[in-house]
Every structure is written in C-alpha cells, then in structure tokens.
DNA sequence: ATAGTAAATGTAAATATTACATTTATTTTA
DNA sequence: TAAAATAAATGTAATATTTACATTTACTAT
C-alpha cells in the first residue's frame, strides 16, 4: 500500500545493468549479449535487468547472473547508479552499474551462448547501447583501483592458479610488467597462499606449483585491522 | 514518452540521503534533521528528497545538500543503493545514499537550523528512521576506508589548517594515535601541502603554521598515473 | 626575566622495496 | 641415455621507507 505522502514523487524504472569480468586466454574479457527484442534489438548491450518488486538491486543483478552463467556465489560489487535524465531516451529509467569477477574455467558455456551472450576482449568491444560503454570503462577504473588495495584478482582465477598466471593476471590489469622474482616474494609474504603439492605443466616442462587463495586467513588478516595493498608503490595505474 | 517495452517493468520511488560529516571542536559529527512531516513526523532522519524527473540522483544530493547547509562544491560520492523490498513499510521506495564531507566553518548555520537540522557527534547520534542508521555506519566505514588511500581528510578541515589539526582529524577517524613526528613528516612527504607564512595561534601560545591542501598538485601527481596511500601500515581500521 | 605551553625538529634501527642472474625440474630430441 | 630446451624457482646487496624515541624553539603570560 502507497501512503499518501509519497504521492508527491515520481515513480521511475530501475534496472541493473551488469559489468561482468573474465580472464581467459591472457587477455580480460567482458560478457556482452546481442539483443533479440525491442529496445535496441540486434545491438549489442550488458545484461541487465528491471529489478523486481519482490527483489533487491543487489538480488537483481545476481538474478541474471545467475540465468546467464549458471553462477552463483559471484564477486559483484555495486559500481554507481546511472540516473542522468536523458540516458534512456525510452523512459525515465535509472541503471544501477553492478561489476562482477567471475572465473571462465567454472561458467556454464551453453548457457551462456543460448542467450546470445559472448566473451570479448576489452579492447575488441563493440560499441553497447545507452551509456553502456561508460558503464564497462568505469568499471574497468574500479577494477583496477580495487586491484591496488585488495586481493581480488583471485576472482578471476580458477581456483587453483600458479604464481606466473597470478602475474599475468595484474600484468593485464595494470598493463604494467613486473620482476618475478619480486612479485612472487611479494605475494607470498602476505601469506594469504596456500601452496598446494600439486603442479600445473600446461606451460612448461618443469611445472609451477599451485596455490589456492587463503580466504579464511585474509579474513583473519582483516579483522586483526589490516587490510593489504597489494603493492607499495601504487604506480600501477 | 514511454515506449511499450519498458511497460513490463515496475516503477519505484528513488531518493536520495545526504550521510552529512563534519569535523568540529575535536569530534567527528552528522548533520540530522528531525521530520516536520509524515511520513516520521517529530523523528529523526538523514536529509533527502525524491528524484525529481529533471534532475540525476547527484544533481539531488547536491540540490538538498545545498538547501540546508547553503554549501555548493561539496564533496559528496554515492556510497551505495539501499533497495530492500521493506525498507520502506510505507512504498516500495529505494534510496541512494550519498555521502558528503563538509567543512563546518563554511556552512550557513542559521539555514541549517532554520530546517531544523542539527550536527550530533557520531556517538551520541539518535535513532534514526528506516535503515538511516546502517547508511551512517555504512558511510563511516567507507570514510574510513578512503582516508587510508586518499587525501580527503582535508575536506573537513577548514582551508587553512595546521599540521596538530590534520593529525587530530586523522585520529579521529582512524581511532588511533599517531607520533607527531612521523606523522608530520609523513605528510610533508606527499608533498600536498602549501605553507603559509601564517600562524594560527588559538591553541599555543607559539602557534602553528597553516598549510593549505595543494590540489593542483595532488592532480598532477594523479595524473603521472600515482595514488597516495597515506599511511603505509594500513592497520587504521 | 621567568615559567609555561604546544609546535617543531633529527636520528638511528628496523623493515620493505628494488634491481638484478643463476640454478632447478622436467620433457623432448638426438 | 645424454643433451638440449624451457619455464619455474630462488638469493642478495643497495636503496628507500617506516618506526621509535627526546629535545629545542617560539611565543605568551606572569
């Protein structure tokens, strides 16, 4: 029921447009679909959704990640809410951005090719409807802001993940080389790896070792009143 | 106009709260309005409004933050969406908190009182309607956070400020003492501050020198592609 | 002139970061 | 089965940053 009072405001769409990352192949990768209906149909858009009356923003956005990967359980965080007055020129209708990490090695391909959604690398990104595109370079901004402070590049791993692709990974973010030998004292010594006695030979003969992020030690770490930029020297940008 | 496709989704109320902090005489505090009107008539409340059709959700923010405190080029950042299906008992109605660091000197205090609002220290805040209360500790949890990787505190901080001020602020936030030497050279470091050849004398009888937060400078750094953590032990929190 | 007060300053020890080259484990090939 | 090939793994010295800690300075009030 509607009390009066609110009577004085205007009602407005609000959906959830979802900024949804991947590494795969050395290269990040953003989830784009192909629209099939009306408005914008054939363009290429995030996938998004109107939230429900009987959902949150936050359940939304994991709604249709859901429906389109097959996950559950995602890295996902709210970016900003999209609410200029002439970015739909449908409808009043504000966006809230969500952008989510996601393993590809775990997703469910079919699903994610029945929908017509695809996986392309960042810099082959076709153009996206509405404010789209700023959506994608906005979150590509936080993903790397967030990458200086906290270990969330495990995110985008699968969850057994060498040292070198765990390099890889933030030579890819932060389009920046670094020393090996460094990047491996500096990830171990914050002891949130957990080596495994098991090794990955894809890439070479000798084998590299894998590690499982510790999340329940970083947990710990951060409630002691720690939290962990990754590196010192934030150059990374 | 609204095009036929979007008839498919539900409109909601969308409105903004302003989680409004201050630093004054040695404490950090919140500017709250109690409601004249229904709904929570005679309660306490953040200061908000609806999204009017002609405005986007930070031109609100900016526009209610504008009226009650008389402030223009106010540091405000969207924290997040508050979109719980009951947030609200009395419609579905989502929230946009947007979170303002003010300097106290600058506002128009006899606007503020004229709207009845009025500045409590975080831990002597009344109750709050609705979820308004997590917004707060929300806000505070992201100011804190963001004091540890940016120079923001200056944004509470009158203009001109001396060094024992800065550090006063920073140990309120972070609720921690910090060395007085280390934390001043700590600061001069970043090489964000200006000196002034002139002293505030209100609480020594030697005085202290005023500085002023070089913006220009900061950007500079910024843009050569560098953040400033400020303190390097982040074991703020 | 002296006492009182907060501001300002310096340094040595500990820790973290950087720059840089060789050895190791394994597979493939000769 | 020895040798070649390949990426993974490791160590160290130089530099920079952080930390811990006590005295002097500038000014006002008595």
């Avoid at 004085?8 to 990040?28: N, P």
């Avoid at 996601?102 to 392309?120: C, F, N, Q």
């Avoid at 790896?193 to 070479?204: A, P, Q, Y």
């Amino acid at each position: 029921m509607v009390k009066d009072w609110y009577k004085g405001g205007d009602k407005v769409y609000v959906a959830v447009d979802c900024i949804i990352f991947g590494f795969d192949a050395g290269v990040l990768k953003l989830l784009v679909f192909k629209r099939r209906v009306a408005p914008f149909e054939g363009r290429w858009s995030l996938i998004g959704s109107f939230v429900r009356p009987d959902e949150s923003s936050s359940e939304a956005s994991h709604r249709v990640l859901k429906e389109i990967t097959g996950l559950d359980n995602i890295y996902m965080k709210e970016l900003r809410v999209y609410s200029e007055v002439d970015r739909d020129p449908g409808a009043r209708c504000i966006s809230i951005g969500q952008y989510a990490l996601i393993r590809v090695d775990e997703h469910d391909k079919e699903l994610v090719e029945s929908h017509g959604a695809k996986w392309y690398p960042l810099n082959e990104l076709p153009n996206l409807v509405l404010d789209h595109g700023k959506m994608v370079s906005d979150a590509l901004e936080r993903l790397r802001t967030n990458a200086q402070f906290y270990p969330i590049g495990f995110e985008l791993l699968p969850q057994k993940f060498t040292i070198p692709q765990l390099q890889q990974l933030y030579e890819v973010i932060f389009q920046k080389q670094f020393d090996s030998r460094n990047f491996r004292k500096k990830l171990l010594s914050l002891e949130i790896l957990k080596k495994l006695d098991e090794k990955d030979k894809s890439s070479s003969k000798k084998g590299a070792f894998l590690f499982q992020f510790d999340s329940d030690k970083y947990k710990q770490i951060r409630k002691k009143g720690f939290s962990i930029p990754l590196f010192k020297n934030q150059d990374v940008l």
